[in-house]
């Protein structure tokens, strides 16, 4: 039971600090999370930071055996509320990208993270399940019972882990440069173009070239009537009343490279 119960320790434990390190190296997909939530946005700017250091703290708590108790309950109560704003968003009919792990793993919330959290929060009840001084072996004193073999095999298991770890971590970030790295060509394609300089482009690819998709260029926009994200109604004619001009962006909210677009858009 104290092995496992030390095991539980772990999983929480690493679980929480790459999900807290990933949120810090991402703080605007942090923040769009939390307003995705429902937070209001003077809410979400310092919570993408309290919210990661907090995830830390947790995994630090973990660790030791004096303090492991108060740690599991520390995640049992974050695990709950994730849980709660998971519920209520999948109630609302909303699907909001959870970048629970920063650059490193989002996806939209639904049944899957809605049972990848409950699964960590019955962890979590394991640990506090027995009193505060009855939390499982050390994990210094676990260490020193193992023979030199199985450390070195620990160690080796770990490097791994942190291998895989950053190569998914630099592809995720070559992905979005080259991603950026094209939107600035095909941009800079159309400025030449009304430039009247032709691009000249392979055979193969003009070829292939469909005809756009969407109403042509100058039709009206069409009239919608939508939910927001704070639960208010919006509507074409709502945000024109103001006599500003507006701009509308057709994305979906599942769409992965359309949600990495949505910082720069802001900007």
Request: charged share 15%.
């Amino acid at each position: 039971m104290d092995t496992a119960l030390l095991i539980a320790r772990l999983i929480l434990a690493a679980v929480f600090a790459v999900a807290g390190v990933a949120k810090l190296l991402d703080r605007n997909g942090t923040r769009q999370g939390l307003e995705g939530f429902g937070l209001p946005a003077r809410v979400a700017g310092p919570g993408s930071i309290v919210l990661p250091l907090v995830e830390i703290a947790v995994a630090i708590l973990l660790l030791p055996v004096d303090t492991a108790w108060y740690g599991g309950v520390a995640a049992l109560v974050l695990l709950l509320a994730f849980i709660g704003g998971i519920a209520y968003n999948m109630y609302k009919g909303r699907a909001p990208d959870c970048h629970c792990f920063g650059q490193l793993h989002s996806e939209p919330a639904g049944w899957s993270t809605l049972i990848r959290n409950g699964v960590l929060a019955a962890i979590a009840v394991f640990v506090i399940a027995r009193s505060p001084s009855d939390t499982g072996h050390s994990l210094i004193g676990w260490i020193g019972d193992l023979s030199t073999g199985e450390v070195i095999l620990g160690i080796v298991a770990i490097l791994a882990l942190a291998a895989a770890a950053a190569e998914g971590w630099l592809l995720v970030h070559l992905l979005g440069q080259n991603g950026r790295v094209l939107l600035r060509l095909d941009a800079l394609e159309a400025m030449l173009a009304e430039g009247g300089f032709a691009v000249p482009q392979p055979a193969e690819a003009q070829a292939a070239q469909a005809p756009a998709a969407g109403l042509p260029e100058g039709a009206p926009a069409p009239a919608f009537r939508l939910e927001g994200l704070h639960g208010e109604t919006m509507t074409l004619d709502a945000m024109r009343s103001a006599g500003k001009s507006v701009m509308l962006i057709f994305s979906d909210p599942t769409c992965g490279p359309c949600n990495a677009l949505l910082p720069d858009i802001g900007k």
